[in-house]
C-alpha cells in the first residue's frame, strides 16, 4: 500500500499504524478525542476541508470545469485569462498560485485555488558537487567574536571553491527569541523565516569600522574564542550593544526602505514579536493580552510608533546582506527544522493554524524504547490549508532566500506526523497525514523560483512508496555510509551522500572508543554493540587494521565515498580535523555541549591542515 493510499480518517487520524518493530498499534478513541480537540474539531457538526478547493496543477493539464461556461483564471500576478470549457490550461501557463473563478449558485463565483506545479524540483542534468557540512556557529576565525559568523561562511565558501568544492550545507542559522538564556539548539527556533542576530559580522556594518566603541567590543568578544565552548550568552550581549551603538547613528537608506517593502507584514510582525519578547519575555502566551495576537490594535500602535520595532527590522536586513554576499561562491544548502518553538516569533504569528494541546515526535523504536517527544506543536492540516498554505510558503521561500539547496529535516513530515497528546504522553500518539502532493507541488514551485535543490532528509523508516515519490519530484535522498548496508559504489545516484551528521558520532569518536566515553560522561548509556559495528565497518572500507592512525582512517573512509555516484558528497568539518566529540548527543540536555562546540582549528588553521585537503582530493568530481 502506497503512501496516499495508506487508509486514514476525513480529518487525516490514521487507525492504525506499524512501529518500528513491525506491531499493529491501534489509536485508540481516547487519543482520537484529544487528536480532533487539538484540531478544534466537533466530529459531529464540522464537515472536512472539499478536496476540490485546492487542486494541484501542471500547465497545459485539462481540468474538469463544472460551468458549461468555463471560468476565468487570475494569476498569481493579477492577470485574467478566459477558459473556455473543456480547454487544458495554457501550456505557458507560469507556475505558481492562481485562482480559478467559475459561476457559482445565488450569483456567488466558485473559486479553486490551483497549484500550479513544474512537477518537480531543480535538479540541473549535470549537478555533481562535493562539499563541506558545518555547523556555522563551530566555524571561528581569528576575527569572530566568540561564534562563527557570516563572513567566515563566506570565507569557507572562497576556500571550498579554492579545493574543486562547489557546495556547503550548514545547521539552521534561524533566530532564538532576543532574550536571555539565548537557546542553543537551531533546530527549536523562535522563527524560521529569519535569522540569528549572533551570524552578524559587526566589523562588517556601514559605519562600525569609524566606531572606538565597536572596537573595543570587538576586543572583549574576540577574546571568547579562546574557549571551546560558545558562550551565546556573552556574544549576545555584546553584539546587542554593537548593533545598538549603530543603530543610534543610522539615518535612513533607501535599500533598507526596499528590503521592509519587500518582507511587508511578515517582517512587521517577526520585529513587532521581539520588541514585546524583550519587554514581556519569550512566551507570548504570558503576555498582556493587548499584545497576544499580531492583529491586535495595540500591536498595530506599536509597529507604527515604536522605533524598536524598526529596529528589529534593521538587523534582519543587515543579515540578509551579508546572507547573500557569504552565498556567491559556492551553492548553500540551508536546514528547514521540522518546527518551531510555538512560544516564539512563528508561534505568536501564526497561533490559529497550530495545534497548541498537541507535541510531535516519534513512537518507540530500536535506539528509543520509550518513543521521541520533539516538543514541537504541530500545523493543523485543514486550517493551514484553509489558509492557501501562506504559512508552509513563506517558510520555504525564506529559508530558499540566497540558498542553493535545501535540506527538509524529517522529509515524512510532508506526509505524517506523530502526533502526541500532550495530556496523553508517548503511549497516546498516533499518526496524522498531510496533504502530501499540495507540499510537494509548493516545494517544487519554490525550488524551482529560487533554483535550489532540494534534500529530503529519509532517514529511517518511511512508508512504502515514499522514496520512489520524492526520486519522482527530483528531491535527493539523504544517505549516510554509516547506515547503508551497499558499498558506495551501489548508492543512489539522486542523493547527497555523506559519512556521518551532527547527532551521530564522529569517525575519530568511534575509532578512539571516545563516543562512548563521550557518552558516559554525559549520563548515556553508549550503543557498545553498535560502535563497535561502525569501527568494523570503517575498517573494512578503509581496508586498514585496528590500530592503524586516525587520520589515515578519515581519509580511506572518504576515498571510499568518493566513488559513490550521489549528485552531491559532502565531509564533515568535524571529520576534516578528526574532531572526537560530536556536535549534539541526543538524550542529553545541560550534560553534553550540545550546539556549543567550536571546532579547536580557527579557519585560518583549517585551511593549512593537510587532512582537509586530503579529502578534498578524495571527493573532488
Known amino acids: 500500500m502506497g503512501p496516499l493510499t495508506a487508509p486514514a480518517d476525513v480529518w487525516g487520524i490514521e487507525p492504525a499504524y ?63 485569462l478566459v477558459l473556455p470549457p473543456a480547454h487544458p490550461l495554457p501550456r505557458d501557463l507560469p507556475i505558481g498560485y492562481h485562482t480559478l473563478l467559475q459561476a457559482g449558485g445565488r450569483g456567488t463565483p466558485a473559486q479553486t485555488h490551483l497549484l500550479v506545479t513544474p512537477g518537480h524540483c531543480y535538479l540541473p542534468d549535470d549537478l555533481k558537487l562535493w562539499g563541506w557540512a558545518a555547523q556555522l556557529y563551530a566555524v571561528r ?14 570565507a569557507l565558501a572562497q576556500w571550498t571553491r579554492s579545493l574543486g568544492g562547489g557546495a556547503l550545507m550548514v545547521n539552521p542559522l534561524c533566530a532564538a527569541a532576543p532574550v536571555h538564556p539565548v537557546e542553543a539548539s537551531p533546530y ?28 573595543e567590543l570587538a576586543a572583549r568578544a574576540r577574546a571568547l574564542n ?133 507535541s510531535i515526535g516519534c513512537p518507540p523504536d530500536g535506539f528509543n524504547l520509550d518513543g521521541q517527544d520533539w516538543g514541537l506543536s504541530p500545523f493543523i492540516p485543514s486550517k493551514v490549508r484553509g489558509a492557501l498554505y501562506r504559512p508552509f510558503i513563506e517558510t520555504i521561500r525564506a529559508m530558499l532566500r540566497h540558498a542553493g539547496g535545501l535540506r527538509i529535516d524529517h522529509v515524512m513530515g510532508l506526509f505524517r506526523l506523530f502526533w502526541i497528546p500532550r495530556r496523553l504522553g508517548n503511549k497516546g500518539g498516533t499518526y496524522v497525514r498531510y496533504p502530501v502532493d499540495e507540499l510537494l507541488a509548493i516545494v517544487a514551485i519554490e525550488s524551482q523560483r529560487a533554483q535550489a535543490v532540494i534534500v529530503g532528509e529519509d532517514l529511517g523508516t518511511v512508508l512504502p512508496g515514499t522514496r520512489e515519490l520524492l526520486a519522482a519530484q527530483k528531491m535527493l535522498s539523504y544517505r549516510l555510509l554509516f547506515f547503508e548496508d551497499e ?73 571510499a565515498l568518493g566513488r559513490a555516484p550521489s549528485r552531491v558528497l559532502l565531509a564533515t568539518l568535524d571529520d576534516a580535523l ?24 580557527t579557519l585560518e588553521q583549517l585551511r593549512e591542515e593537510p587532512l582537509p585537503r586530503q579529502i578534498a582530493a578524495a571527493l573532488r568530481r
Open 487 to 559: 558499498p558506495p559504489e551501489r548508492f543512489l545516484e539522486l542523493a547527497l551522500s555523506g559519512v556521518t551528521t551532527h547527532d551521530l558520532a564522529t569517525i575519530a569518536g568511534i575509532w578512539t572508543g571516545a563516543a562512548a566515553e563521550h557518552a558516559r560522561s554525559a549520563g548515556v548509556t553508549p550503543n557498545e554493540d553498535g560502535l563497535t559495528y561502525l569501527k568494523n565497518k570503517l575498517a573494512k572500507l578503509a581496508g586498514l587494521a585496528p590500530d592503524a592512525a586516525v587520520t589515515d582512517v578519515v581519509v580511506a573512509v572518504h576515498q
Open 18 to 80: 506499524h512501529d518500528a518493530f513491525g506491531r499493529e498499534r491501534q489509536t485508540s478513541d481516547e487519543t482520537r478525542a484529544e487528536v480532533l480537540a487539538a484540531m478544534g474539531v466537533d466530529a459531529a457538526v464540522d464537515h472536512p476541508p472539499r478536496a476540490g478547493d485546492v487542486l494541484v496543477a501542471r500547465p497545459g493539464d485539462s481540468l474538469a470545469l463544472t460551468d458549461d461556461a468555463g471560468g476565468e483564471l487570475q494569476l498569481e500576478d493579477g492577470t485574467r
Open 226 to 358: 579562546t574557549e571551546r565552548r560558545i558562550d551565546r550568552e556573552a556574544i549576545f550581549d555584546l553584539k546587542m550593544k554593537a548593533l545598538e551603538h549603530l543603530w543610534a547613528r543610522f539615518g535612513d537608506d533607501p535599500a533598507f526602505d526596499r528590503y521592509r517593502r519587500e518582507q511587508g507584514t511578515a517582517l512587521q510582525e517577526f520585529s513587532a514579536y521581539c520588541a514585546l519578547a524583550e519587554r514581556h519575555g519569550k512566551d507570548w502566551r504570558r503576555w498582556p493580552q493587548a499584545y497576544r495576537r499580531p492583529g491586535a490594535e495595540a500591536v498595530q500602535r506599536l509597529c507604527n510608533d515604536d522605533a524598536r520595532v524598526r529596529f528589529h527590522a534593521w538587523v534582519q536586513w543587515h543579515l540578509d546582506v551579508q546572507l547573500e554576499r557569504a552565498s556567491r561562491e559556492v551553492r548553500v544548502f540551508h536546514d528547514l527544522p521540522v518546527g518551531f518553538d510555538i512560544a516564539g516569533a512563528d508561534g505568536w504569528c501564526w497561533q490559529d493554524f497550530l495545534a497548541s494541546e498537541i
Open 188 to 215: 527549536y527556533p523562535s522563527t524560521r523565516r529569519y535569522r540569528s542576530p549572533l551570524y552578524l559580522r559587526i566589523e562588517e556594518l556601514p559605519g562600525a569600522a569609524a566606531q572606538p566603541a565597536i572596537g
Open 141 to 154: 576565525s581569528r576575527e569572530s567574536w566568540g561564534i562563527g559568523d557570516l563572513s567566515d561562511l563566506r
Open 578 to 601: 578528526a574532531v572526537p566529540e560530536q556536535p549534539n548527543m541526543p538524550g542529553t540536555t545541560s550534560s553534553w555541549p550540545n550546539w556549543s562546540l567550536a571546532l579547536p582549528r
